[in-house]
């Protein structure tokens, strides 16, 4: 059964640092979305990407957070300078379509900002 | 905009007994509903979802949710309560964007 892919599974990072979360969407699928959910907290929204090129994205998304899909197969989320407050599971998912269609999501990464 | 409501963050029952888990909703399109499941130290996983037709629908497991538009609720439950049931579920909306708005999760715990 197809499944998404995230890499790495836990990211401990100091303060500052950039990170990159990985991502392999489902092979015929076109939306690409990122989610993370902070410890205890609900599942936020963070960004969508469809034609290679944002769709749409949340406040909590700032000029700190982009992504890319630099192949035909990866979906990447890039935290440029890392605070403690970033501390959280990114979860990737993607859908064939929007709206009505299932999000099929990854197994997440924990990112640890210390 | 659209927002999700879940009330009771922990619930308990016994195996074999019926479960209730409650969502409602808020949007201003027309909502697709789902519920999410997450076991530990795992991604999440559709149970079923609404999008148009039959208001009660079935999904994965024995679960099933009805839309009630009038109450603006999408209720999940499952008849019989099994111990591989204990996990955190997610109840969600979506609408015209592709966007999923989350409820903040209710824990079951199912108990012998």
């Known amino acids: 059964e197809p499944e998404v892919t995230q890499t790495p599974s836990h990211q401990v990072t100091q303060m500052g640092q950039e990170v990159i979360l990985r991502c392999v969407p489902i092979?015929?699928?076109?939306?690409f979305y990122w989610y993370r959910q902070i410890l205890g907290q609900k599942v936020e929204f963070l960004v969508s990407?469809?034609?290679?090129?944002?769709?749409?994205k949340s406040e909590i998304f700032d000029d700190q957070f982009s992504v890319e899909r630099p192949d035909g197969s990866n979906f990447t989320l890039k935290i440029r300078s890392t605070k403690l407050e970033d501390s959280a599971m990114y979860f990737c998912?993607?859908?064939?379509?929007?709206?009505?269609?299932?999000?099929?999501f990854g197994q997440g990464t924990r990112l640890t900002v210390v | 905009a659209q927002s999700v409501t879940q009330l009771g963050s922990h619930v308990s029952v016994s195996e074999g007994a019926l479960v209730l888990l409650r969502c409602n909703y808020s949007?201003?399109?027309?909502?697709?509903l789902f519920w999410y499941v997450q076991y530990p130290n795992q991604g999440l996983q559709l149970l079923l979802k609404?999008?148009?037709?039959?208001?009660l629908v079935k999904g994965i497991n024995g679960f099933e949710a009805e839309f009630k538009k009038s109450e603006t609720s999408f209720h999940l439950t499952k008849p019989s309560a099994h111990m591989s049931d204990a996990a955190e579920y997610f109840c969600?909306?979506?609408?015209?964007?592709?966007?999923?708005?989350f409820g903040t999760g209710t824990r079951l715990q199912v108990t012998l």
């Open positions: 998912a993607s859908s064939e379509d929007r709206g009505d269609t299932e999000a099929f």
């Open positions: 092979s015929n699928h076109l939306y």
């Open positions: 990407f469809y034609n290679n090129e944002i769709s749409e």
């Open positions: 949007s201003s399109v027309p909502p697709y």
């Open positions: 609404y999008t148009t037709g039959a208001t």
């Open positions: 969600a909306v979506s609408g015209t964007a592709s966007k999923l708005t």
